[in-house]
Structures are given as structure tokens and as C-alpha cells.
């Protein structure tokens, strides 16, 4: 796997690659913005004085974790066991797989750690926990295990205050090493205001720590304290208590997140390229070839502040089109059309090919990176020197 | 290409595979459904009289095709030009590409028709048909071409009545092969009335024949009429005029399509097999490994008489569970929880964790087929002998 996915880092560099020498729709990272959010996060991170382990299902591609890991990241995150064994194939060692553990993926979790990948698990359930020991002891080999803490009501995880938290810990016993806690404030992508954003951070810390102290005080191992998403991450006041940071989305950013407000337009590293095929005059529209299929379903501003549709239109420099949104999709067909919903005749002139003629390319920035990026099989990077790399990525489980 | 992809088609067939055996999420087709719904869609455009050229951007599977076509299919229809290189690659040489044909995609084309692939094209603007018309001349090569006719103001195409619709045909000139006229009636899927639909269905028909009667009084060439969509192929009184119809998703259904009326909730063939890997037994929620990684962003039926939110929550067997919804998604969680929004604990009992205990397997109906397959790289195929294939899948462009 490792080899096929180097010897498909074709480099172009230098070769003078024009953007409209690249098929359409293609997936565009800004090498140049992309750059500047790991550089960015990971600085905070230093300042707070915890460890960031990125969280690699936004992206899943190998480059950007060497990017990643170069600026100073320690160990990654993912979400599937798929990215685990790319990841680890590609010399990713340190791994957290955050989802909850099924224990018929115990199997594929101990042929990792028998190859030498440093994998932990997490569980948020006695019955996990307790398959977990019963591996453990069954295989002669104690996997490493954090419980998830339920920060915030989004999701999975035990509350922090519980006595199942402790049960949990307990449930481990000697068939398993507990490692510490960890959780997600999910639930940040909700919010909009740096004051809410602040306090939800900080209550995902305490939480976190609040859990590991009540685990200590057990007599329970909990070394790590790990907790994480880019809004909270960006947002909280203090790590206190926290040993490591998990973020994913900030490496790209996106519309969502421009929403939250922890992201600024000029931070937005991954666009769709696509190219106009037609017009609907009378409407107002242009066809373009980036429909859902290129984009992804995804309407996660739907809810917010701002309702992009399916994306910000912008030219092929990215310079954003104001006065225009990519406002529909079918599989291989979007609609550009105008954001306030009239069409070019109501304002007594036709304009919508001449200005953007047919074969005129468009960047469009997503609303939601992990999954656009996931509609596609690599990314065609605009390097700082000015050429285009591909890199791969994959999906999968 | 297509050496790989049969030797991925592995038959485990006979070997008893359980559904426990898969690793979640995966995609399973039915294949007994499939095979009815193949039947019945042929069956009906026998007795209309009409070729169907079955659109294989639904389930992009170079098998499922060649259960089309050994019903009676006659050519396939595709919307981009990967499937019709793979598609042509594994013998399947009559295609039609029904997106507006992009100037600089004429190269593609042109390749694969000087291999021998039949490859029809589809213009809905002056400046593309004077671009193929000038590349047939330049290369000495008439393209085959066909005219998108607008015939419910979905999307792209233009009036059936409109000068348009002659001045392309005639930019066509004696630099292509004028084919016929196609069209869409993509609005079908808002529809879920049968008065409605056969409605609709008239229109799509009588505009499409139309315009190729004012093309041919125009003295231009105009053999084919081709219509369709999954909704109005089902619902069509007549074909009169019409030589193909086309139709893609009516091989897998889906809940969009339940609620527009046109299939029963046994006919729908694909499905997410997904494994509970926790709780919150507060909330009443079950947290499965099917987020919308695997199910897609897809809201289809938010618009439609029922929201099934991400899903239809079924069991192994894929008998519905009716009180139960994929409520919400995560990249790698799904939640499922009542569809009233009751948690447990209202109905005085905590009763989630001991009715869908960790390691339960679900399978979840889509809202939308071809946006679900997309999230798979192959297909477990539950054959009608009681047996498991993987089938491939492919993505991209």
C-alpha cells in the first residue's frame, strides 16, 4: 500500500501547470493556506503546552500528516481502523482510533500492535471494556484503552460524575492498561460566539479532568487527559489538567467553521475546481460540473448564521464571487446562481454567460471538508513554489 | 482495469457467510430485490414499446450492468467519463454521456470512440455544438450528438419550442452526427402523487418529441427520442415518439423513492449493514458504526411527506423496526433512536441497550441510493442462493 501510494505523489512541479490543464471537478488544497493552519494550531498548541495529535479523517492523506508531524505534531488520530493500517503503513505509529470499540474489531486491532503500532482504543460501555479484558487476557496482551467521556451531550461517552466512569476503569482490571480519558466536544459546531465557544471549551476540559481525577482517586490509572475539536481547540482559555489536544478540520477549514467564527475567508485550503457547461439565461443560472457527487451532500450551514447552499462560489484565483452561490446540486450538475435569488433578467440584463462563459473555471470552498475531501480519490495541491502535486487519499474502512 | 475488478469479484458463495462475518459498515444489495426490480422496470418498457438504456451512475457496477443487459437492457447511460471507460473497458461499447459535453473533454471522447466505444454526447448551448462541430472537422471525425431539451425547468436543456433548439442543430452542421434529443424530468423526484407523476411524465414525453418533430420539419436528422427518469418511466401512459428511456435508480429504490410512490418498501435492495457499538441509554439513543461516512450527507426525504431523517432503521433480516430512526450522523457514528423523539426513560423504561445490545447488526435503508453506493468501494451482495459476493464499485471521474 505504502509504495503504490509514494509512487503516486506525482510531482509536477515546475512543469508550469495551469489550472485549466487540470480535469474537472478536482479537489484543491492550498499548500500555501494549508501550511499556515498547521503552523497556526500548533503554535497555540506549544502555548497552551500540550501535545496536538491531529485528527487525519479530515484530510486522510498521507503528505498532510508529514506536514502535520513536521510542525510538530505528536501521534495521530483516526476514525476508521482503515486509516490506522494506511497511516501506520506510511511509518504512523502512535495512533488513536476515536471511535468506541466493537469487540469484532478486536482481531484487526491486535494484528496493528503485534506489528509494532502503538494503537489505543477507546470504550464508553462495561460490556466494551469488559471484552476488552477478556482479549487482553485471553491473547496475553494488554491493550492500551481510554474512556470516553461524554462532554457535552453530543454523542457517545460517560459522564464524567458517574459511577459507570468508574465501573468502566474497574471493568479493564489486569486485562487491559488504562491509558486515560478522552472526549470530543462535538457539539461546537453549533455555536457562533467566542464567549460560548470559550466556556464550551472549558467545560470540555474540566470535564476531562474532572474524570481522570475521579478515576485516580479510584486508584485507577489515568495518565493521558485528551480531549479536542478545532472550534474548542482554537477557543479555550487554559489546558490545565489536559496532556494532549485532538483537532481535525483546522487543517483545511471550511465554511462551517468560517460560521463558528474560528476561521478567517482567506483560511479556507480546500476548494472543488470544477468548469461551467451551460446556462439557463433566463434564470439566471450557469450549469457547472461540481454536483453533489464532487461537493458531497453536506449542507452543514443550513442551520447557521450563513447559509451558503452548497458552497462559495469564487474565481479561479479564489477570489470569492459575492453576489454568487453554487445554490444547487444534482450527481454530476451544480447550479451557480445569484445569492439573492434573482435572476439576471430581473435586473434588466441577461448576464450570467457572458460573465461566466462556458468553459470558465470556478473554485468552489465547501461547507464542510471532511466530507468533500471524501468524494475524492486524490488532491491536486497548488504548492508554494507555484506547481501542482497530487496526493493521494483514500476511504474506506 | 478490468482484470482487477473480476478478480475482486469474489465468490464466497456456499461457504455460509454470515452477515456477522462482514465488517461494518458495509453496502449490501439484495439480489433477489434487484433482480425483480430489473425485471419489472424491463417488463414495462417491453410493453411500452421502448429500448432501456439503464443509467449506471446509481449503482456504478460493472455486474449490476450485466444483469441490465442480460434482462433486455440496450446500452447503458452515464454521467461522467470514468464509468464510460469502464464500462466501455468491460464490453460495454453503446453509451450515452448525459452531461453537457464540455469543450475540453472532447479529447476523452474522442479516444474512446476511435477504441470502438459508441460514445453519444449531449449539447445544450450553441458554443458546444460549434465546439464538437469543430473538433469533428479538425479530426476528421463526426461525434455523435444528441440535443438536451429542457422539459420541466429541473435543471439544464433548452425549450422545445425555442429557436435554440434549431440554431444548435444547425452549429452542428456537417461537422457532427445529429443523433436525436434527451431529456430529464428530474422535478419527478418532488412529486408523490400518481396523477402528478403520469402528468409529468406526458410533459417529458410530448416536449421531447416535439422538439425532435420541429428538428426534423427544421430538415435536420432526428432518429432517437430519449426520455426518462426512475419516477416517470413508472408512470408514463404512453411512449408514443419515444425510442429509449432512460432510468438509473429504479435498480437499487430507495426511500426518496418510496415516498414519491413508485416502489414498495420490499423493493428496496440496498442497504448499510452497521453493528451498535454503544448507548445512552438516557436519550434512548444506540450509537452504531454507520455515520454519514457510510450513509452519505444525503437528506433527501427532508422535503418529502416522511423525513426518515439519515435512514430507515432496519433489522438483519431487514424487516423494518418501525418506533426507530437513524435520527443523526457523525463522520463514523450514526444515532438511532425513536422516531417519535421519545427517550426510553418517557415511556418508564430503559430499554435501548437490552433491545439493540453492543454488537446488535442493523441495516439501514437509504434516503438516496446512488448518494449511499457512492460511499462504498464494493458491494457484499446477498445472493439469491444464500450466499455473499463482493462486487466493485467505482468512484471519481
Redesign the interface.
Known sequence: MTSSRRAASISIEGAAVQL?EI???AALIDEARMTRNIARMQERMGALGVRLRPHV?TPKCIEVARLQEAAGADGITV??LKEAEQFFAAGFADVLYA???????LDRVLALRRRGCRLTIIV??I??AQAVAAKGRQENHKLDVMIEI?CD?H??GVDAESDLLIEIGRALGDGASLKGVMTHA?SSYELDTPAALRALAEQERSRAVRAAERLRAAGLTCPEVSVGSTPTALSCASAAGVTEVRAGVYVFFDLVMLNVGVCGLDELALSVLT?V????PD?GWA?V?AG??AM????GTQRQRTDYRYGMVCDAALNPIDDLLLSGT????G?VSRRDGLADHDLANHDIARRL???TQLRILPN?A??TG????DYHVLTRAGGVQIWRRF???
Do not use: Y
Open positions: 485549466s480535469a474537472t471537478p479523517k476514525s476508521t471511535v468506541a470499540i466493537l469487540p469484532a474489531k464508553d460501555s460490556i466494551a461524554d451531550g454523542r457517545s462535538g468548469t457547461i451551460g446556462h439557463q434564470k450549469i460540473d453533489w457527487m458531497s451532500r453536506d449542507r444534482n450527481q454530476e450538475h447550479i462563459p462556458i468553459g464542510h471532511c466530507a471524501a468524494q475524492f480519490a476511504s474506506g474502512w
